[in-house]
């Protein structure tokens, strides 16, 4: 299956389009994918301009049988819409410009990537590095869970 259709899936799924405050559409989910890939390449320290365009990653399909590639985009794009959208409970968050979900959108990724203080250090080892969509997104929702600053 392709990012865009994924991801218009998942959108659907359960009480989304209300918790997040956008209507469940084709064109909308398209666009909020849009501030996904537009807030990775921003914490990108690198040129991005030869990444391909969003319209080009929208008809790419997911790793084959269940599988996850943090390298390859439309996997990381699909998980972090995912777990972002998922977990996203404010209506209005889409909208604010500062303090809005580019910063969650930033966190997830870095949790992603880096583990329960990706967002403070890079330097532990986050839950992308596993196999499968599944596997790699129930270790994101925990290390988002986690209070790493709990005693």
């Known amino acids: 299956m392709n990012l865009l259709d994924y991801c ?9 389009p209300n918790r997040n405050g956008i209507d469940g559409t084709r064109e909308n989910v398209e666009r909020m994918l849009g501030v996904v890939y537009s807030t990775l390449k921003k914490g990108i320290q690198g040129d991005t301009s030869t990444y391909p365009k969003l319209e080009n990653l929208l008809q790419l399909d997911l790793s084959a049988g269940g599988g996850f590639k943090a390298q390859y985009l439309p ?4 998980l972090v819409f995912d777990v972002v959208t998922d977990n996203n409970h404010n209506p209005e968050l889409w909208f604010q410009s500062v303090g809005g979900i580019d910063d969650e959108i930033s966190a997830t990724i870095s949790k992603l990537l880096y583990g329960p203080m990706g967002h403070v250090t890079n330097s532990g080892i986050g839950s992308a590095h596993g196999k499968t969509y599944e596997s790699v997104r129930a270790n994101l929702m925990h290390d988002i869970d986690t209070n790493p600053f709990a005693g």
Not at 75 to 78: G, P, V
């Open 8 to 16: 218009l899936e998942k959108y659907l799924t359960g009480n989304r």
């Open 75 to 78: 996997d990381l794009l699909a």
